[in-house]
């Protein structure tokens, strides 16, 4: 099983439509936990740290459960400039253990028009 | 964005060479990491650095080694090149401390092709 797992999509979605995305982690003492956004032939970029009451972005929404060790990506109002991949981050070793995060494999999304 | 700069941006070169590429960071960032990218696996640690001098290995770090000797240069050296390390090599740093601490900045990557 990998550490940090995602759907590797592509989500084919039209414009305007709500899409999500989940990424599970294998370590239940993980404490940090990021959404990353990776064009391609670019660099990963942060899109949005994810918090445990849930944090909100504009049409963004990121959500984290414990108990189920899931992190999730909501995009509402999905806009073509939203086709890129997306990175679930998550520092397994826990806060002790330094910056050592792990990345998924990412998700792909295409909105189409 | 942190201010992230990789050097060279694309390189080709032969097998058994060695090869040396150079990341430079201008946020006092503490850690520095380099990654390679590859279909299939997604973003992978090779070595990552907690201070000056202070290095330790990544998942992927057989055939690489680094060097810190100031703040903000890291320096990834494939010491003897091959097939295999035909990558996308990405440079990223993090605070390391404080709101935000974890967060990573990535560099734009260093396209290298071994021959």
């Known amino acids: 099983r990998k550490e940090v797992e995602q759907d590797p999509g592509p989500f084919n979605v039209p414009e305007g439509a709500t899409v999500a995305f989940n990424c599970t982690y294998s370590?239940?003492?993980?404490?940090?936990f990021f959404w990353y956004r990776q064009d391609c032939r670019k660099e990963p970029k942060l899109l949005m740290s994810v918090y445990s009451s849930g944090n909100e972005d504009g049409r963004f929404t990121a959500q984290l459960n414990r108990a189920s060790q899931y992190i999730s990506l909501l995009i509402r109002d999905s806009k073509l400039s939203d086709s890129a991949t997306y990175l679930c981050v998550v520092n397994l070793k826990g806060i002790n253990a330094g910056n050592m995060l792990t990345f998924g494999g990412g998700t792909r999304l295409m909105v189409k028009p | 964005d942190a201010g992230i700069t990789q050097s060279p941006r694309h390189k080709v070169t032969e097998t058994g060479t060695p090869v040396t590429l150079r990341c430079h960071q201008t946020e006092n960032h503490r850690y520095m990491y380099w990654y390679r990218q590859d279909p299939g696996h997604g973003l992978r640690l090779i070595h990552y650095?907690?201070?000056?001098?202070?290095?330790d290995k990544g998942e992927v770090s057989d055939g690489y080694s680094v060097s810190r000797s100031k703040t903000e240069d890291f320096l990834l050296t494939l010491e003897s090149a091959t097939s295999s390390q035909t990558s996308v090599y990405f440079c990223a740093s993090s605070p390391g401390q404080g709101i935000g601490g974890n967060t990573i900045y990535f560099g734009e990557g260093s396209w290298l092709t071994v021959v």
């Open positions: 650095s907690y201070g000056v001098k202070d290095t």
């Open positions: 370590n239940s003492a993980s404490q940090s």
